[in-house]
């Protein structure tokens, strides 16, 4: 069973840039669908970007043209570069395995790690 831990978070200014990892142990994350879901402060956690096992990416609307998601196999680690980065996008940052993608969306395993903070400061 594969295992993902998350890193990369940190705090950055409005308008910076992180790149978030998720690195994979236990099993090959390239025969995975991979998505990046993220939980803001009082709020319930949603999908931000997937990659499918073709290597096919998936947004939501309001990630869309700052966030890129991309995977190594070579380094068995899925990646979220985020850039030009708003105080919306604070939030704690997990991935997942995808039971399956659909309309455009990763429908997760129910299996979370404990994620890694971003915060975004004005």
């Known amino acids: 069973q594969v295992q993902l831990v998350e890193s990369g978070g940190g705090l950055v200014q409005a308008g910076g840039s992180l790149r978030l990892s998720c690195a994979a142990s236990?099993?090959?994350?390239?025969?995975?669908?991979i998505g990046w879901f993220r939980q803001a402060p009082g709020k319930e956690r949603e999908f931000a970007a997937a990659?499918?096992?073709?290597?096919?990416?998936y947004y939501a609307d309001s990630v869309k043209g700052r966030l890129a998601i991309s995977r190594d196999n070579a380094k068995n680690t899925v990646y979220l570069q985020m850039n030009t980065l708003k105080l919306e996008d604070t939030a704690v940052y997990y991935c997942?395995?995808?039971?399956?993608?659909?309309?455009?969306?990763?429908?997760?395993?129910?299996?979370w790690g404990q994620g890694t903070q971003v915060t975004v400061s004005s």
């Open positions: 236990g099993r090959t994350l390239s025969t995975y669908s």
């Open positions: 997942a395995r995808c039971r399956y993608i659909v309309s455009a969306m990763c429908v997760p395993e129910n299996t």
């Open positions: 990659i499918g096992k073709d290597d096919a990416t």
